[in-house]
């Protein structure tokens, strides 16, 4: 500064201030034309003004930018030694380029002589100045005003005329829909009490006829005091069976609480060639004629002696030339004839049902005796039967149980067809756990089901006599004699034949011509009018009795416990 401006009055204005420099300043140092500069800087501590407070980012001091600060900030804390406080802001000059320089004018001062401190080098840019088209920055969200769609209406001036005027029909609707709601309810409800109330019940006393548990061996369990029989045949029991029907234990035995019926090979015992040729075998222990009354020699009943039959259930002989062979299966039956029977009651078995391709499990009854004449005259009920075929057999195998009545005026006039039902298992088979499977029997209904009343087989309700129920013709043919149908249950009650006392039968069967295993079905190795039936199953031994299994359990029938009650 010139002397010159002293003179006149006027004040100079002080020199500039910058980061770093000592913010104390001494009287008359102001005259001096060039200030002094700091060239370290050091951090601020506590009682520093806030004048010589370091950007504790900076580098170095040795470490210079060419660039220039064009704004300086100076908040001084107080006036000190009597100075005057600095300005808040000093403007300082800056050149065209921010980054560079131009040549010195007399309009704008040298990086040197307007004492310019050099930016450091890390330090924030200072902020761009702003334009026409720019905006300053801002952090806080910015909310927008959405635009008013032009399509809309105001809905102060939409017509709402449901909320003036009342809609005659609205609260008849409303009236409706409730009330059909409300009589669809009820009348569930109804259907539901009048359903339930229709199912027949028991409603007399019961009383205990038998209970097994198949908790003692198998001596006493079919002893002279047990309340099991073994029948020992081999004709086929009326079906064409395949198997024969024996006292062994290898093929009726209690073990661990259960009764295993299990079907064996005969070639195990004779052979395999006395099976097919050259063997005579015989049952000792035939139990034909007590099995059969009306068959014995001098029996009052009307069909007489059948020798035939007796010794065609007795023995057999193999002959190759004539394709007769020993039954290639040995099973079991074991019944309560003479032990426990009933007339009107309940019957429980809990069982497993035997897996294996051609095997007839089957719980069943029959007439303690044949009041009404032979089967099926005098009636027939089957609570259970099954086929041991897989699930893919196409005629109903393992994962199926059925439950039927049999009955008709002739021998040969069974109308089983007009009395069954069945119960089928979707994702399992009844080979796989044990089920219980159970008949109540009154003189007004009858009832056969597995495990729970909603899984009935059958259910009949004795509403009419049999004879009516069958719808017989009133002439049958037998060959080329006719025969005059007449009513063998005409001094009966609705029930006959089904009004006897009934004994249990458990058995496993084996194949059969009977019809059971239907011709042409699941591979079956055989035709029911074939002569040689029982010769092509033996010949096809090889398909067969592999599906049996080796352990000799999975193809047995295996039964729980029995459990009988009569009405009392």
């Known amino acids: 500064m010139s002397s010159s401006a002293d003179n006149d009055g006027v004040k100079p204005p002080p020199a500039p201030f910058y980061l770093g420099e000592n913010s104390k300043r001494t009287k008359g140092k102001h005259n001096q034309s060039t200030p002094s500069v700091s060239n370290n800087s050091r951090p601020s501590t506590a009682g520093t003004a806030a004048s010589s407070i370091v950007n504790p980012f900076s580098p170095p001091a040795s470490i210079v930018s060419f660039s220039i600060d064009p704004v300086m900030p100076i908040v001084p804390t107080a006036q000190q030694d009597g100075l005057e406080p600095l300005p808040r802001h000093i403007a300082l000059p800056r050149n065209t380029s ?68 009342k809609d005659p029909y609205a609260r008849i609707a409303y009236i409706l829909t409730y009330s059909v709601a409300f009589l669809g309810i009820a009348a569930s409800a109804l259907r539901i009490y009048f359903g339930y109330k229709s199912v027949p019940l028991i409603t ?33 029991f009326g079906n064409g069976e395949f198997e024969m029907a024996t006292s062994s234990s290898n093929n009726s035995y209690t073990s661990n609480g259960y009764l295993y019926i299990t079907p064996t090979l005969t070639s195990n015992v ?149 009395t069954f039902g069945w119960w089928t298992q979707r994702r399992t088979d009844y080979g796989e756990d044990f089920h219980t499977y159970t008949l109540e029997w009154t003189d007004s209904f009858l009832r056969i089901y597995v495990d729970t009343r909603l899984h009935y087989m059958l259910e009949l309700s004795f509403n009419e006599p049999f004879f009516t129920r069958g719808d017989f013709p009133s002439v049958v043919q037998n060959g080329t004699e006719p025969i005059v149908l007449q009513n063998p249950w005409i001094n009966g009650t609705n029930a006959t034949p089904f009004d006897q006392p009934f004994y249990l039968i458990l058995n496993l069967a084996v194949g059969g011509t009977n019809g059971w295993f239907p011709d042409n079905a699941g591979n079956k190795p055989w035709l029911d009018n074939s002569k040689t039936a029982m010769l092509e199953f033996a010949q096809a031994q090889d398909t067969w009795y592999p599906t049996w299994g080796s352990d000799g359990e999975s193809s047995s029938l295996i039964v729980d416990s029995v459990k009988m009650w009569e009405m009392c």
């Open 98 to 165: 921010y980054y560079g320089s131009r040549p010195n004018t007399g309009d704008s001062p040298t990086r040197v002589a307007s004492g310019i401190r050099l930016r450091e080098t890390f330090a924030a840019p200072p902020a761009r100045p702003l334009t026409a088209v720019s905006t300053a920055v801002s952090f806080t969200p910015s909310k927008t005003t959405r635009m008013r769609s032009t399509m809309l209406e105001d809905p102060n001036t939409l017509d709402k005329p449901w909320v003036t005027t």
């Open 204 to 236: 007399g006393n019961l009383c205990m006829v038998l209970n097994e548990d198949f908790n003692s061996d198998t001596d006493t369990t079919f002893g002279p005091n047990g309340n099991w029989v073994r029948e020992v045949q081999l004709g086929g």
């Open 270 to 418: 004779i052979g395999s060639d006395a099976v097919f040729n050259g063997y005579t075998y015989n049952l000792t222990d035939c139990t034909y004629n007590s099995t059969t009354p009306g068959a014995n020699p001098g029996s009052s009943n009307i069909t007489g002696f059948d020798a035939t039959a007796y010794y065609q259930a007795c023995g057999a002989v193999s002959n190759s030339t004539t394709g007769t062979i020993i039954n290639p299966i040995q099973s079991a039956r074991i019944t309560t004839r003479n032990k426990a029977s009933i007339r009107y009651g309940r019957v429980e078995v809990r069982a497993k049902l035997p897996r294996g391709d051609w095997l007839w499990p089957a719980i069943w009854m029959l007439p303690l005796n044949d009041t009404y004449g032979p089967w099926p005259l005098s009636g027939e009920i089957d609570i259970m039967e099954s086929r041991g075929n897989a699930r893919s057999y196409p005629d109903q195998g393992i994962d199926y149980v059925r439950g039927s009545l049999n009955w008709g005026p002739l021998s040969f006039l069974n109308a089983v067809y007009k």
